[in-house]
Every structure is written in C-alpha cells, then in structure tokens.
C-alpha cells in the first residue's frame, strides 16, 4: 500500500510541474492576447485534437488498453504484452492519420462556409465572420497534434501497465515548454503582429506534441519495447476492440459534450471561449495535482482486483480513492470560490488582459470551481466501471449529460453569457455523477451505499466549511489593510492559501478522519519532492 501513495506523490508533483508551466503558457497567451477573438480562436481550436486525446487516448483506449494489457502481462511476459502493444499502437495511428485528414477537411468547409456567408450578406457581424474564420484556420494548422498527443497518451498508458508512472505524467510538460518557448521568445523577439504571435504559438503546439511522443517512446525502448507496424490478430486485441467500442461510444460524448460548449461560446462574444478555458484550466490545477494522479496510480490496481474477482478488495481500494479524492477537491473548491479574485488578479491582468476580463473571468470561476467534487467523482467512478469492464453504463451516462448539458446551456446562455453555460457544465457534471456513482453501487450495493460513505463526507464538509471562514475573514482582512491590488493579491495567494491548508488538514485529522494520516503522508512527500 505504501507502493501505491509513494507514486500517488510521484505522479502528483510530475502533473503540479506540468500544471504550473501550464498556467505560465496561460498567463503568457492572456498577455499577449487578451481574452478577445484570436484567443478564443486559438482555444477553440486547440479544443479539437484535445478532444480525440481525451477520447482515444485518455478516455476509452486507455481504459481499456490497462486491464487487457495488464491481463497480457500476468498470463506470459513482457515480450507478449509489447508485441500486444505494437498491435494496437499500429492501428491505433492509422485511425489517427484518417480522423486527422477528415478533420481538416471539414474544418476547410467551415471556412468555406463563412466565405459564403460573407459573400451572401447573410446579416453575420464581420467580427463573428472573423472569429470563426480564424477558430477554423487554427484547427486546421493544430489538427496534426492529435496524432502525436494520442500515441502519446496510449505509450503512457503502456508505461503505467509496467507501473513506470512518473515519465508518463510528464508529458504535458514538454508541450508546455514548447509552447511557452516559442511564444516567450519566437512570439515576442520575431513577431510584431498578433497573427505572426500566434503562428509561433502554433508552432510550438506541433514541436510540443512531438516531443511527447519521442521522450515515452525512449523510456519504452529502455524497458524492451521494439516497435513494429503490425497488423495482425490475437485474442487480446479482440477483446480490446469488444471493449473499446462501448467505451469510446461514452467518451465521444462527452467530449462532443465540451465541444459543443465551445460552438455555443464561439457564438455569445468574442471572449466567452477564452473565459470558459481559462476557469477550466484553474480548475482542472488541483484536479490534475492529486485527483488525476490518484487514479492514474490506483486504475491499474482496481482492474487487478477486478480480473481476480476479488470485489473486498475493489471495494477497500475505491472507497480508499474516493475518500482521498474529496479531501482535496471539496477544499480546493470552495478556496477557489472565495480567492478567485485575487488569483485571477495576480495571475492575469498584464498586458492586453484588463480589470473588465478579470471581473468577468471571476464570475465563471465561481460556477465552475463548485463542479470540481463532481468531476472528480465521475472520473474516478468510470474508471470504476472501466476496471470491471463495463463501458456501456458510461457511455449511457454520459449521453444523458451531454443531453442535459444540451439544454441547459441553450437555456441560459443567452441571458447569462459565458457564466450561464458554466452553470449547464456544473448541473450536467452533478447529473453524471450520481448515475455514475448509482451504476457503480450495482457491484455491490450495500459497501458502495451512501451510508458508508457519508461519515467521511460530513468530516470533509464540516472541516471545509470552519476553513472557508477562516480563508473569507483572512481575505476581508487583507483587503481592508492593503487595498485592492497585486501586494494583497501576493499576500492572499502566499499566505492565506498554505495557512488554510494546514487549518483544513489538522481539522481533518482531529475529526478522526479515517485516511487522515495516509493523506499526510502523500502530502508530506510530495513536499519533500518538490523541495
């Protein structure tokens, strides 16, 4: 067990690493940028090889490629699972290199679509024309990612299989780096124009990508992986694609789900794309530093016990997860409600980015910080269904959200903006959770009841609750003492968010949380890492 939270922290410090360079390439394009039309082009196209990564490569593939692959392992040797490996990376990238291809061309008529547009006087605003004109030309440019980013994500998953998680949870990093590379230097020595800025943004999207398809496969090379172009059959990759197809079903529509989130956007104004990216990304931070790597590390682990039938141990190990899980993103949650104006302050306003965009951006945080809970809980659930081999109960799940998502999002868009269509995302993300969280409990209904989960639930809740006080009247205080401004901002961010987390945790730990010390000692270690 201490195998397992040892590379919890490994995995957790990897993605804070890759997180915070995110955030930087964030804070570099919001300067450079602003909110307006060429960013929320670029994020809207950025949005469609991140989709397919999340549906082939991080979603139904991966989910899928684990257990069978992890079956592979314990019933021969390494040998048999990399030749099972090349068998479906081989397939894998020719399915990319046609999706890539029909992308594009549709992405070609949307342009030709708006060339029409702008020719028939149809009554588009010629800002609206220019918006979705450049959001198709960048898609169009971007599109190749996809190839790189899925092969990528599906070597990663291979390395997890081998229990090899840190280089894995690295790969963000070197797109990061490339990105804020080209745009910090290229961007700014080579190019005085916003188009010329964004051409070395692009540019360093494709170098990124390759370089996270290079750095795995090397570590792969070193465990004993050959690549080979191999088309052929064997009862494993059957089962794989029996699986994946269910799988990948789900996890289409969720992520047509975030892609029509983003047309609705593209549609309000010029800068709901950028505001709903960038709520996204702060959210997804602690999201990224502990949920994601909780069940990277613990997935492979669910789908031993699953293949084994041992459903004791499932269960121990889930609900161990679960309640790991919540400790952070409940917290994390309400401090994100109550600090985002000071973070998005610090982090944000410079350059073409302004104290209106800051307000606005404020708003959407507020609603969508709330969906953190329930998106942590429906990742981990799917992959609870996934370790058991059961794809169709997300796939029906998720056409349920993404129909609500639907309706909602039409429903308050227009009254509210940017900040209504955060609104849909947090009611539809509620929605799947608890179908997600009800499909599960068909395993075992009495160990995943609500009774055995709610005295870890009252314990997070209450020990949030006394430190959101804490953090709001610390805030108050700061606020009145400095003013509005960056050495407040400073403050708030540096002092007042590690004297709240150390407050929660020793709450937590008073409380007789039941994961209190194991939580500790992931954080401990993870600081140990770090510094």
Not at 242 to 267: E, H, K, Y
Not at 355 to 375: K, Q, R, S, T
Not at 444 to 460: V, W
Not at 467 to 483: C, F, H, N
Request: hydrophobic content about 60%; charged content about 15%.
């Amino acid at each position: 067990m201490t195998g397992h939270f040892k590379n919890i922290a490994t995995v957790s410090i990897s993605t804070l690493g890759s997180r915070v360079l995110g955030l930087v390439r964030d804070i570099l394009a919001a300067a450079f940028f602003g909110a307006g039309v060429f960013n929320s082009a670029f994020n809207f196209a950025f949005t469609l090889p991140n989709m397919f990564r999340r549906m082939l490569g991080e979603g139904a593939l991966t989910s899928a490629l684990i257990p069978v692959m992890d079956g592979v392992l314990e019933r021969g040797h390494r040998r048999a699972a990399f030749d099972f490996f090349n068998r479906v990376i081989t397939r894998t990238g020719l399915v990319l290199l046609l999706l890539t291809l029909i992308m594009a061309g549709a992405m070609g008529l949307g342009l030709l679509g708006v060339d029409f547009c702008e020719r028939a006087h149809t009554g588009a605003s010629p800002e609206t024309l220019q918006r979705w004109r450049l959001g198709f030309t960048y898609a169009i440019v971007l599109m190749p990612y996809m190839i790189f980013v899925c092969l990528a994500a599906v070597q990663a998953a291979a390395l997890n299989v081998l229990r090899f998680f840190g280089i894995a949870a690295l790969s963000q990093v070197w797109l990061n780096l490339s990105m804020i590379l080209s745009l910090g230097v290229g961007g700014w020595l080579l190019a005085d124009t916003m188009q010329g800025r964004m051409a070395w943004l692009c540019a360093g999207v494709l170098f990124g990508g390759l370089l996270q398809v290079l750095i795995p496969a090397v570590h792969l090379w070193k465990k004993g992986w050959r690549p080979k172009f191999d088309l052929s059959g064997c009862e494993a990759v059957f089962e794989l694609q029996r699986l994946i197809v269910p799988g990948l079903l789900g996890a289409a529509v969720l992520q047509i789900n975030v892609v029509v989130s983003r047309f609705l956007a593209m549609a309000v104004d010029d800068s709901a794309v950028t505001l709903l990216y960038l709520s996204s990304r702060l959210v997804e931070l602690p999201l990224g530093l502990f949920t994601a790597a909780a069940v990277t590390v613990l997935f492979p682990t669910l789908s031993s016990f699953a293949t084994r039938g041992d459903k004791p141990g499932f269960v121990a190990e889930y609900s161990r997860g679960l309640r790991l899980i919540w400790a952070v993103a409940v917290p994390a949650a309400i401090g994100l409600v109550i600090l985002r104006e000071p973070i998005v302050d610090l982090l944000f306003r410079r350059g073409n980015f302004g104290m209106e965009d800051v307000g606005a951006l404020g708003a959407v945080i507020a609603v969508m910080a709330l969906a953190m809970p329930f998106y942590s809980l429906s990742v981990f659930a799917t992959r609870g269904l996934h370790a058991f081999k059961d794809m169709k109960a997300p796939m029906r799940i998720a056409v349920w959200a993404f129909l609500s998502n639907l309706v909602f999002s039409l429903i308050l868009m227009w009254p509210l903006g940017a900040v209504g269509l955060a609104a849909a995302n947090l009611l539809s993300a509620m929605l799947q959770s608890y179908l997600l969280q009800r499909a599960l409990a068909r395993i075992d209904a009495p160990a995943f009841s609500r009774a055995r989960f709610a005295p870890a639930l009252t314990r997070i809740v209450a020990a949030t609750l006394a430190m959101g006080v804490l953090v709001y009247g610390g805030w108050l205080i700061v606020a009145q003492l400095l003013g509005q401004g960056r050495l407040a901002d400073v403050v708030a961010v540096a002092l007042l968010i590690p004297i709240a987390a150390f407050f929660y945790l020793g709450l937590l730990c008073k409380s007789g949380f039941e994961d209190a010390d194991l939580l500790k000692q992931i954080l401990s270690r993870a600081l140990r890492r770090r510094s």
